[in-house]
């Protein structure tokens, strides 16, 4: 489901309030599985194992809010496409499964570009390795691992909410006001940076779409281009 993109990019309490309301009809099979896909306008996202020390100080220029998913604290903003799956989990619950599917969703959007990325153990998200340093180029110095795509999941009765972060084309300057996901030896980028082409959130949209699809294992879905359906009625009137 599109939720809001460029002029009309979804605030992030308006965007945390619809996945809840999607959730609750969920948990209650009002409403099928379920991805609201958007680009949020700046917000900061501080989840429940954020450290004091990760977090911005002074005004960093947008507003923090303290979350209710796991990990720690990213942005969120133009240029970046979220996807928020709300979808009924297979018992026996394996949430591991799960960010999983997630993570190969962003490793199979990313091969689209010719970027390739992995997983990198102990730490979620879709990864561009590292570069050594090359003793023959002396003007090339070594880069860490470089995340390109975040994951910040809940479960709630057996219902998933929050997801999944693409960096596409959006201004790389707002990590530098906090330490994202409280990695301290690992750096952030886009796949616009990577390519050295502009990649927007409209180029990487209907890609994430089919490889998120793909990864949760569904076979057939619907695109749909308001959120009404998926409200109760008291919320769209």
Known sequence: MHAGFGDEAVPFA???????????????????????????????????RTAASDRPVGDPGAP???????????????????????????????????????????????AEFGV?????????GAWVPGDPADPARPGRPARPDRKVGAIGARVARGVTMHGLALNCDNDM???????????????????????????????VTPLLERHLAAALGYRAWQRLHSIAPLLPRAAVS
């Open 14 to 48: 308006t965007g945390w309030d619809l996945q809840r309301q999607v959730h609750a009809r969920r948990v209650a099979d009002e409403v099928p599985d379920s991805c609201l896909l958007l680009e949020h306008e700046p917000a900061y996202t501080a989840g429940k």
């Open 116 to 124: 390739r990325t992995t997983r990198v153990e102990g730490r979620s």
């Open 64 to 110: 923090v809010f303290d979350i209710d998913r796991g990990g720690k604290i990213t942005w969120h903003g133009p240029g970046q496409l979220v996807a928020y799956p709300i979808i009924r989990l297979r018992s026996p619950l394996d949430v591991v499964a799960y960010v999983r599917a997630l993570e190969e969703a962003m490793i199979g959007v990313c």
């Open 173 to 203: 300057s707002w990590y530098d006001k906090i330490i994202p996901c409280g990695i301290r030896d690992a750096g952030v980028t886009s796949l616009t940076a990577e390519t050295g082409i502009p990649v927007t959130v409209s180029d």
